[in-house]
């Protein structure tokens, strides 16, 4: 369930946002998640995108590293906060389309 999750997160957040995934210059995985995942196993069964191009690049704890610079420095907090009255949430659960695009990559490829 996981992979269907993930995957339909991804595809709805570019939908929402207007963005083609062939378009994005990277893709950073946050966390022990991103960190212990093997990418190309990943790609071959269906949970990143394979895009050409586009390399996947583990980042650690992200959320603490913010964290950190935010306590250490008056700019990054500053930047921190206009970011932040910047985004727009996306309530995925609530997408008419997530039910749809979720069980429709449930399954793993074969092979």
Same mark, same amino acid.
């Given at each position: ?18 963005i083609?995934?062939?378009?994005l210059? $990277? ?27 586009? +390399?996947?690049? +583990? ?15 008056? $700019? ?19 997408? +008419? ?12 490829? +074969?092979?």
């Amino acid at each position: 369930m996981a992979k269907g999750a993930i995957v339909a997160g991804v595809a709805l957040l570019c939908e929402t946002t207007g963005i083609d995934p062939s378009a994005l210059s $990277e893709i950073l995985l946050s966390g022990a998640f991103g960190n212990y995942l093997d990418i190309a196993d990943a790609r071959r069964i269906g949970l990143l995108p394979n895009l050409p191009g586009v +390399p996947v690049r +583990p980042v650690g704890n992200a959320a603490g590293a913010g964290a950190q610079m935010c306590l250490l420095s008056r $700019e990054k907090r500053s930047e921190a906060w206009l970011l932040a009255s910047e985004i727009e949430p996306v309530d995925l659960a609530r997408h +008419p389309d997530f039910q749809k695009v979720f069980t429709r990559n449930l399954a793993f490829p +074969p092979g």
